[in-house]
Nanobody, 124 residues
Framework: QVQLVESGGGLVQAGGSMRLSCSAS????????MGWFRQTPGKERELIAR????????YYVDSVKGRFTISRDNTKTTVYLQMNSLKPEDTGVYYC?????????????????WGQGTQVTVSS
């Protein structure tokens, strides 16, 4: 079973940038769809960005389009979320998720493997 670990979170000022990493401990992720989710207290976990297994199709929630980019390294063992022009409303716990299945919707239930999350806080 693939195990995911997020890193790169922390505190950043509004307008700044941050890159989150999702490590699979050297495991090959080339056949997995990867998603980044965000959760804040009192809200449902929301899909922020998604990359299908072949990296040929990406999805971004409207609120981050043009600011966030999901990508994968050449070894296909790490997935990144580059976040630019950060806003206070981007604050939350970011989770990396993966599934070997074809993703169809933005629902968290599409994903079988989850990391523990990394906190991102954007100050005003």
């Amino acid at each position: 079973q693939v195990q995911l670990v997020e890193s790169g979170g922390g505190l950043v000022q509004a307008g700044g940038s941050m890159r989150l990493s999702c490590s699979a401990s050297g495991r090959y992720l080339g056949t997995y769809a990867m998603g980044w989710f965000r959760q804040t207290p009192g809200k449902e976990r929301e899909l922020i960005a998604r990359m299908r297994w072949n990296a040929g199709s990406t999805y971004y929630v409207d609120s981050v389009k043009g600011r966030f980019t999901i990508s994968r390294d050449n070894t296909k063992t790490t997935v990144y979320l580059q976040m630019n022009s950060l806003k206070p409303e981007d604050t939350g716990v970011y989770y990396c998720a993966a599934t070997p299945k074809l993703v169809i919707t933005a629902a968290p239930s599409e994903y079988e493997i989850w990391g523990q999350g990394t906190q991102v806080t954007v100050s005003s």
